[in-house]
């Protein structure tokens, strides 16, 4: 039954990903409302973000960051438009109690002017842009598993080599102590052998005592 549940989960979430739809909204901007296109992924605002700056790395794209946004100025993103413009993008948890969960805002800039509004062939590039990140971000977030669980892995690996280790010096220390048990043993034997020669020898002396008495 757990199977049949964590399988409906994950069609469920394949689903969700995959039917992602941008729409317009506003998002503030210098103390200002900007015209951009919007877009929630069913991911962290880390991930999302991550594999946002991935993908334009590859692209050979580096960011810069100003008040929250990724801003790439004056690039060609031929998915968008064939001619240089400057993307801001900013990528918000969606809610405080939502942590899986992120909203991607694109405002897209040129020559200080809001593209998004200005433009329906742009307006319609960015959000196909958008929409097609949905791969993308599941193949990071996998990766980012991956990576994650291998950091569980290694941790894990470390401490039962720790055990181990732990075990190995407890072994020595017992077999130690085993050997100065016998060897303890064998003290006493000795002692005891020397006690009651000792003893003999009291009783010698003290019969000669009596004898010279």
Known sequence: MRHLFT??????????????????????????????????????????????????????FKKKEAKGFLIYKN????????????YLIRVDRKSRKDNDASL????????DQNMIAASEDLNAGSKAFLNNLSPELE???????????????TKAEKKLKDLQD????????????QDDLEQNA??????????????QILEAIKAKRKVNG
């Open 104 to 111: 991607v805002y694109l405002i897209v800039n040129r020559n």
């Open 166 to 177: 732990d075990n190995d010096n407890m072994q020595r220390k017992i077999k130690k102590l």
């Open 7 to 60: 399988t409906l989960a994950l069609i469920f979430f394949f689903i969700y990903a995959a039917e992602a739809q941008s729409y317009e909204g506003t998002v503030d901007y210098q103390k200002k409302d900007e015209k951009a296109i919007i877009i929630e992924f069913p991911y962290s605002s880390s991930v999302v973000e991550g594999a946002i700056v991935d993908k334009m790395e590859k692209m050979g």
């Open 75 to 86: 690039i060609i993103l031929s998915e968008i438009s064939s001619e240089p413009a400057d």
């Open 139 to 153: 193949a990071y977030n996998l990766e980012v598993q991956i990576k994650d669980q291998d950091a569980i892995v």
């Open 186 to 199: 064998r003290d006493q034997q000795n002692q005891q052998n020397e006690l009651e020669r000792q003893k």
